[in-house]
T-cell receptor
Framework: LAKTTQPISMDSYEGQEVNITCSHN???????ITWYQQFPSQGPRFIIQ???TKVKNEVASLFIPADRKSSTLSLPRVSLSDTAVYYC???????????????FGTGTQLKVEL | EAQVTQNPRYLITVTGKKLTVTCSQN?????MSWYRQDPGLGLRQIYY???????DKGDVPEGYKVSRKEKRNFPLILESPSPNQTSLYFC????????????FGEGSRLTVL
């Protein structure tokens, strides 16, 4: 199973748009892509999910190219409170018995400054 | 309120003293899972359960046991804890796994001396 790959860290300023890309070269046909946000000492929180093309909600947008080997989380006009670790998650359907392993990337530490 | 509850939130113990971290969800989710989080290593899956009486190993199962006798509960058991199991542990549950929408607990910080 291929791991997901994300940048370790990113810096931004308040009001800017931030794009975080995740690489998942071996994504399978039935797999979904999901992004999570995590603050220190808290459990990760679901942000957005998608299968292909573009998905948008009130918090973020998710862009997935046709080959689905990568995805980009876009956070519009970030604020200080968006400082957190962002995880890309690809849900791998199990090879046997219908089991499901969930592989998280190592996450991207986003730091937003004034 | 829909939630995943873990207990204890903080625990300091000694090597070899058996302990259990409980996890309970009130959303009637079929899928539950345990993760550990260590600096620089992200979230690593320990065990998961697709339904009652169905459990399977994740990426780092050594030194851990789980059970799923009821849908709502998924305890993590450390039969003989060792210092390398000092970590932050998260329990998570999901209704529809294929969309990857996991609900996480607040975490249990375990220190093994």
């Amino acid at each position: 199973l291929a791991k997901t790959t994300q940048p370790i860290s990113m810096d931004s300023y308040e009001g800017q748009e931030v794009n975080i890309t995740c690489s998942h070269n071996n994504i399978a046909t039935n797999d979904y892509i999901t992004w999570y946000q995590q603050f220190p000492s808290q459990g990760p929180r679901f942000i957005i999910q998608g299968y292909k093309t573009k998905v948008k909600n009130e918090v973020a947008s998710l862009f997935i190219p046709a080959d689905r080997k990568s995805s980009t989380l876009s956070l519009p006009r970030v604020s200080l409170s968006d400082t957190a670790v962002y995880y890309c998650l690809v849900v791998w359907v199990g090879l046997t018995g219908g089991g499901n392993k969930l592989t998280f990337g190592t996450g991207t530490q986003l730091k937003v400054e004034l | 309120e829909a939630q995943v509850t873990q207990n204890p939130r903080y625990l300091i113990t000694v090597t070899g003293k058996k302990l259990t971290v409980t996890c309970s969800q009130n959303m009637n989710h079929e899928y539950m899972s345990w993760y550990r989080q260590d600096p620089g290593l992200g979230l690593r899956q320990i065990y998961y359960s697709m339904n009652v009486e169905v459990t399977d190993k994740g990426d780092v199962p050594e030194g851990y046991k789980v059970s799923r006798k009821e849908k709502r509960n998924f305890p993590l058991i450390l039969e003989s804890p060792s210092p390398n199991q000092t970590s932050l542990y998260f329990c998570a549950s999901s209704l529809q796994l294929n969309t990857g929408e996991l609900f996480f607990g607040e975490g249990s910080r375990l220190t093994v001396l």
